[in-house]
Nanobody
Framework: QVQLAELGGGSVQAGGSLRLSCVVSGYRYSRYCIGWFRQSPGKEREGVAA???????FVIASVRDRFSVSRDNAKNTVYLEMNDMKPEDTAVYFC????????????????????WGQGTQVTVSS
């Protein structure tokens, strides 16, 4: 059974940094796409970044100058590096796995992801 675990959430002051980890276990293939999504109260879930099975990456324009996504295949882990954080980054962050998405040219929609983590809270205070 595929399991995704988000690690690294917490509280940070504006201007600070956090690195989220998505640890994947139980997936039978070595290559897969991971997407990072976030949701804050009263708002729709938003796709933030993704890394494809071919290691192509995409980060949405609104955070592209501050966020980056990467992976460590040896650790089955994908990272979301968040710098110069702002209060509007406050949300629950989820990672999700897709076995269907190979190359990333834009942010895949949530429907493309078949397995999801439980989410981790990120709070940015001003």
């Amino acid at each position: 059974q595929v399991q995704l675990a988000e690690l690294g959430g917490g509280s940070v002051q504006a201007g600070g940094s956090l690195r989220l980890s998505c640890v994947v276990s139980g997936y039978r293939y070595s290559r897969y796409c991971i997407g990072w999504f976030r949701q804050s109260p009263g708002k729709e879930r938003e796709g933030v970044a993704a890394i494809g099975a071919d290691d192509s990456t995409f980060v949405i324009a609104s955070v592209r100058d501050r966020f980056s996504v990467s992976r460590d295949n040896a650790k089955n882990t994908v990272y979301l590096e968040m710098n110069d954080m702002k209060p509007e980054d406050t949300a629950v962050y989820f990672c999700a796995l897709s076995g269907r998405v190979n190359n990333i040219m834009n942010m895949p929609g949530a429907v493309f992801f078949e397995s999801w983590g439980q989410g981790t809270q990120v709070t940015v205070s001003s």
